[in-house]
Nanobody
Framework: QVHLVESGGGLVQPGGSLRLSCAASGSMFSMVIMGWYRQTPGNERELVATMTFGGSTNYTDAVKGRFTISRDNTKKTMYLQMLNLKSADTAVYYC??????????WGQGTQVTVSS
């Protein structure tokens, strides 16, 4: 497993932007898959975007065209650039990482609130 620390959340107006970061420490074998997930009260954690070590990406339909996931493997850091934010994007955002079998490590989460 790896240790993950998210940063960059906050309050933003609708249409605004934020950039989340996830700093990881541990074995790269445990970071083959890295991704962003989000959760709102009373709901299950849902996938936002994932990226493999090789650069393959996957996005949930709700964020396609607005969010961009990226990672710097040399720095063991992952990012989520969020543009044109909507109130529906309000959630706690979690960084996840794991081997090819799936995510097995989580960060503590960072709150993103989109409100006027």
């Amino acid at each position: 497993q790896v240790h993950l620390v998210e940063s960059g959340g906050g309050l933003v107006q609708p249409g605004g932007s934020l950039r989340l970061s996830c700093a990881a420490s541990g074995s790269m074998f445990s970071m083959v898959i890295m991704g962003w997930y989000r959760q709102t009260p009373g709901n299950e954690r849902e996938l936002v975007a994932t990226m493999t070590f090789g650069g393959s990406t996957n996005y949930t339909d709700a964020v396609k065209g607005r969010f961009t996931i990226s990672r710097d493997n040399t720095k063991k850091t992952m990012y989520l650039q969020m543009l044109n934010l909507k109130s529906a994007d309000t959630a706690v955002y979690y960084c996840g990482a794991g081997p090819w079998t799936g995510v097995d490590s989580w960060g503590q989460g960072t709150q993103v609130t989109v409100s006027s």
